[in-house]
Every structure is written in C-alpha cells, then in structure tokens.
C-alpha cells in the first residue's frame, strides 16, 4: 500500500482574477466572460468566483492607476488605516482581502488564479510561490500533462530575500498564467489560458472526489537574481538586450554570451561562472522596476502522492 500526503480539507472555493494589471487583457476578456457565462468554469461541489480585482486600471487599459497592485498584498498596506489619501490599488487591495481572505487566514480562499500577460517570449507558464506544496506541485504536473506537447513552463519564485506581496498571496494555494503584449488581445493566447484553467478546475474536481495522485515530479526554472540595465551615470539605461537574448526566455545562456549591445556596437556578456536560464527577457512593465531580466536556475521538484482527506 503506497504511503499517502493527505491535505486537510479538500478545495472549497476557488477564485479566479483578471485585470489585476489593467492593460493585461486575456484575464480581463475571460474574466468579463465568465461573469456573464460562467458554465464552463462551475465544478460540482466547487465555488468558482470570477473577479476583476483593478477595474480603475481595467477601464483605462492601463497597468495601474497609482502603483502596481500586485505588489502590495503585505501586511504593511494591509494594515494601513482606510481613506481617501491611501493609493487606489493600496485600498483596492485591502477590498480585495476583505473579499477573499483575510490573508492567512482559515477563512480565506483555497486557490487564487491570477491571470497575466507579458511582453516576454514566456508561452504558458505558472509561477510556484512554495516549493515545498505538494498540492501545487501536483496541480502543475497535471496542467503539463494535460497541455502536452505545448509546453508549459514553472517558474518557481522561491528566494530569501526578494519578496513580491502579490494579489494571489491571499490564498492558501496562489497560482499565476500568462502571455502576450500590454493592450492586446491574440486568440491563441487566450485558448491558452482558458485552457490551463480549465485543467486547473479538472484536478481540483478530481482531487475533490476522492482520486489519488501518485508522487510526481517536475520541472521548474528558480530565481537566483533580477538583471538591471547598464546605466549611465544620469541612471538612464545604456545598453540595451542583445538580438541573441531578445525572445530566447527559457534556453540556456552562457557566460561569455551577449546580453546588452550599446549604441555604439559595444556588447555587453553574461558574466559568472555558470549556465542559467533567462525569464522575463525585456518585460515592457519591468523597465519601471529596473529589472532586464530574471536569471534562474533548472531542478525538479517530487511531491508526494496526495488524496483528498475526505475519502
């Protein structure tokens, strides 16, 4: 008889985010949809709740209104005493803890998908918080294998000392899906991500009705550091991304490789000793954050088998 990680409870209310960035519209597009349509998004058993969580930002297709509210889900903002003076996404995110958690807390929702897009070549990836879930490992496994042979990517955001306080953080088990440009919508994109969601829904239905999992394992892509531009002594960036790293998110880069060029034809390469693998490569809403690139490392994740403690 196999040995078994059984979770306490089995997922009781699910919800799924769109507009968290305004101009970031196949959450948004899906979102909108379901609040109207929902069929395909009900399990039974399963309280599914769309949700548009910045419809400021939404209305005007932009990123954010005063600053970005997908970094401002810690306790600090959280905590802060409500009125008008507060940034609009600061109270907005202190609505939406009020409406889904409050964060860590029993009461709060068990899964969260927050649905972005990004500029990078990063096709279907989601973005793992907790190493350690053996549920979330689980639900990626299955989403990978559900989608097979499309790829789909897990960036693992796992670090001591980069902290992002993000929308999805509420839930007990946060999840994210992207791609494609700011202010667009492209059909393949959105199949995409319907269908990660819908394969999402699939193994929580699953695991909700008594089916084991056995131990699994996968594939995930760790932070080790954020890339800044060259900068000039003025703070204004110098180089920009080598053609040979723009759109190759993902595949291996080498030290000695070219990252940045200068105007004048200088190239700039990857120092350090060691291969990584580059991920948000020239992200359109990172250059307010000073951030190129995201460096990670490659290893494999095991989770144990889980079932649902109910049966």
């Known amino acids: 008889m196999t040995s078994c990680h059984v979770t306490e409870d089995p997922i009781k209310k699910v919800a799924i985010f769109g507009g968290t960035h305004g101009n970031e519209l196949t959450g948004v597009f899906l979102v909108k949809h379901w609040l109207e349509n929902g069929a395909e998004i009900q399990r039974t058993g399963l309280e599914v709740k769309p949700f548009i969580t910045n419809p400021r930002a939404v209305k005007k297709c932009t990123r954010y209104i005063d600053c970005d ?47 972005h897009n990004t500029t990078s070549n990063m096709g279907c ?14 639900m990626f496994h299955y989403i990978k294998t559900s989608l097979a042979p499309l790829p789909c990517y897990v960036y693992l955001i796992e670090h001591p000392s980069l902290k992002y306080a993000t929308t999805r953080s509420i839930a007990k088990y946060p999840v994210e899906v992207g791609p494609q440009p700011q202010g667009v919508l492209r059909a393949d994109i959105l199949d995409q991500m319907r269908k990660m969601i819908k ?12 089916k084991e999992f056995p131990p699994c394992a996968i594939e ?92």
């Open 125 to 138: 990836t989601l973005i793992l918080e907790d190493s350690r879930n053996d549920f979330l490992i689980q």
């Open 199 to 210: 394969h999402a829904l699939d193994f929580i239905q699953n695991f909700n009705e008594g």
């Open 69 to 115: 509210l997908n970094r401002v889900f810690d306790s600090e903002n959280l905590g802060k005493t409500m009125s008008k003076d507060l940034p609009y996404e600061v109270r907005r995110a202190q609505e939406i803890n009020h409406l889904f958690g409050p964060k860590d807390n029993e009461d709060s929702y068990d899964v969260i998908f927050d649905l």
């Open 220 to 311: 995930v892509y760790k932070i080790m550091e954020k890339v800044d531009y060259p900068r000039n002594e003025n703070g204004d960036i110098a180089a920009i991304i080598h053609p040979n790293l723009q759109d190759q998110d993902w595949k291996p880069l080498h030290p000695g490789d070219p990252v940045f060029l200068t105007l004048d034809g200088q190239i700039i390469p990857l120092g350090g000793d060691g291969t990584v693998y580059p991920v948000f490569v020239n992200e359109a809403a990172y250059y307010e954050k000073r951030e190129a690139f995201a460096k990670t490392t490659k290893l494999t994740l095991n989770a144990e088998s889980i079932r649902s403690s109910l049966h």
